[in-house]
Nanobody, 129 residues
Framework: VQLQASGGGLVQAGGSLRLSCARS????????MGWFRQAPGKEREFVGV????????YLADSVKGRFTLSRDNAKNTVYLQMNSLKPEDTAVYYC???????????????????????WGQGTQVTVSS
């Protein structure tokens, strides 16, 4: 499985970006797709996940109300729409795939980066003040 993240860039505070993560390789739809980010000098942190079952999405508290997740199973692509961006959103954003989650797996399960089986290369998001 290969994951290709794209859509990053430089944007002013208050602006928007949409990140995409395209999955190739093994087919099938039972992949829950997560997003993480890592700012310089900081640990990687959970941003959100959209699950394979029913498209249930969980977001980190820091981005709730500003970011949304969606997926297009026909294109094997997930999207992270980021609105009202803040300078503190500046980071490298990574998408990741989890194949082991079940219907009862909740946000805490997916917030753990070790639950993910495949990772993309990351895309830089820079928000200027």
């Amino acid at each position: 499985v290969q994951l290709q993240a794209s859509g990053g860039g430089l944007v002013q505070a208050g602006g928007s970006l949409r990140l995409s993560c395209a999955r190739s390789g093994r087919t099938g739809s039972r992949y829950s797709m997560g997003w993480f980010r890592q700012a310089p000098g900081k640990e990687r942190e959970f941003v959100g996940v959209i699950t394979w079952y029913g498209g249930t999405a969980y977001l980190a508290d820091s981005v709730k109300g500003r970011f949304t997740l969606s997926r297009d199973n026909a294109k094997n692509t997930v999207y992270l729409q980021m609105n009202s961006l803040k300078p503190e959103d500046t980071a490298v954003y990574y998408c990741a795939a989890n194949v082991r989650g079940i219907a009862s797996s909740g946000r805490d399960y997916y917030a753990n980066s070790q639950r993910y089986d495949y990772w993309g290369q990351g895309t830089q998001v820079t928000v200027s003040s």
